[in-house]
């Protein structure tokens, strides 16, 4: 038995790989996931691990599957590199930048849409959000406004339509994720980190990024002098961690927080501790349902290839 | 053949271990040092390793020789918990808050100094650094103002006479570290870090930190930005990443930096680069000789014993 398809739509980001088979009429005929994120494979691998996601569909006409692919499979030290589109630029253009890697398996015709980089002093690199913004706008044409994609890198982008102007990156998530497991801070936060105290461990860290963003660096220490004088538990010391680092985060865009409301894009737990920062002072944020987005923003992007 | 020594002064750090013996007259009679630091021991070693250290050092007079310790051999996790002295208080009175560990080998005395921590909502602690103070303040009894001690987590105290009146901790150095070997940037990082572009990555990094700390989680990914996007070696990006952590901290402090020149004490590297941000600013940052402060700290401790 195989799952017959119009073609496929493929996020293929640092840490995992997902795939969604479209029939005719737009829906989803057939999902698939695997933790092959491009983190994970060498460039030869590529082709491989694809081929094994896709195993069993085929196509509803005769010839190749057109496999359209955002994210980390078109970086440098991915499948095949896609040139960057430099911002401000128009995301309705995407496809025009994607690229075409060797794919030994002929069922498929695989295409890597490009990332968007800025450059002039402030230099910055997204591959796999851009294709999420051109979702977003696919899904709300009158969207004007600051986006938030929360993550281990988390974007703040400007849309306008389906342009964006401009964009910057967070290197929060990682940062939680370093100074919980790795720095001197991990001897406060070993033990149960999820327990009744950890909300309002998040609050007061929260309260103190968006106070003094400038801080970060002397307001981290708290987490472990905390803990030693002021006998605050592990799930107190990771909830403050991580609202002090979003609170920082938000704290350091508040002057580009209008008075729309800010479209959340990532993990719903993630967005939900974004929405509660944003509240704090006065915004509102709304999260989003990413794979809808994702799905929207390859469908955007493809429906220029027929134009072509 | 035996040394001879008065007493015996130890700086006991997480990562060494230094031991003076000191003359009659005040002078370095025999220097020793050691790779154990705290945090390579168990509680149950340390009387080993103080014992191999100061092997063949003996006393000018009869009985157990005295031996000084700060650092973090006071620790939670060392050797014999030193309760903190809580700033404001005057470091003069140290040695009052001495604990005196069970030592097997009767030949010495070792008696450990607290800390210092800081409550009420600016919780912070320091141990060893208070020690360093006391001997600022003793080779200079009119200093009045903010000192810095850069480091693996750098302090900033004010000081006034043998006063500490506040402080805090910036964990500028771990974070370089954490960040050079674990984050996303190593793969900006990796090669020849110290080549001819380093200060100019420095200058340009530490510019950034002054002008907007509050930017830093958005700022840090620069590094990695302008290696893929503007071709810059592994050596400006370490010189970035450096300059933009002690930028961002020494921008956090400005408020707290008077007219006044700040002395620095940590390694004589380290000073050199915080003296060059201050002077970025319009400080000064005035380097000073570790060593002879650890020891006029020690010294000015122990001075009070010979009170009681």
Same mark, same amino acid.
């Given at each position: !038995? ?48 694809? @081929? ?49 890697? /060797? !794919? ?34 696919? +899904? ?8 938030? !994609? ?18 910057? @990156? ?33 609050? $007061? ?24 004088? $002021? ?16 609170? @920082? ?14 479209? +959340?894009?990532?993990?719903? /737990? ?9 509240? !704090? ?8 349902? @990413? ?18």
């Amino acid at each position: !038995m195989t799952d017959k398809v119009d073609w496929i739509a493929v996020d293929w980001g640092t840490s995992n790989l997902r795939a969604w088979g479209l029939a005719a009429d737009g829906s989803v005929a057939v999902e698939r996931s695997s933790p092959k994120g491009m983190g994970k494979l060498t460039r030869e691998q590529f082709p491989e691990a694809l @081929t094994e996601l896709l195993d069993g569909i085929s196509g509803l006409n005769d010839g190749p599957i057109q496999v359209l692919i955002c994210g980390m499979a078109g970086a440098r030290q991915g499948w095949l590199e896609a040139p960057y589109l430099e911002a401000p630029t128009d995301l309705a253009d995407l496809f025009a930048g994607a690229v075409r890697p /060797a !794919m030994p398996d002929a069922r498929f015709a695989p295409a890597i849409l490009p990332g968007v980089c800025q450059r002039g002093g402030a230099d910055d690199v997204m591959r796999g959000e851009e294709t999420q913004l051109l979702g977003l706008a696919a +899904l709300h044409p009158d969207f004007n406004g600051m986006v938030c !994609m929360p993550g281990t890198h988390s974007k703040w982008a400007r849309l306008e339509g389906t342009r964006i102007t401009h964009f910057s @990156t967070a290197m929060t998530g990682e940062m939680f994720e370093l100074l919980r497991s790795q720095s001197v801070l991990r001897h406060s936060l070993t033990g149960d980190l999820d327990g009744p105290n950890r909300s309002a461990g998040f609050v $007061s860290g929260a309260r103190a990024g968006l106070d003094h963003p400038d801080q970060l660096l002397g307001t981290l220490f708290k987490v472990r002098a905390s803990a030693l004088l $002021s006998d605050r538990q592990p799930d107190w010391c990771a909830g403050y961690l991580s609202g002090l680092l979003i609170g @920082t985060e938000v704290g350091s865009k508040r002057h580009l927080i209008g008075e729309h409301p800010v479209p +959340l894009i990532g993990s719903a /737990a993630l967005c939900g501790l974004y929405a509660q920062v944003l509240a !704090m002072i006065g915004a509102t944020g709304v999260p989003q349902d @990413t794979t809808k987005i994702v799905l929207a923003g390859l469908k955007a992007a493809r429906s220029r290839t027929a134009q072509e």
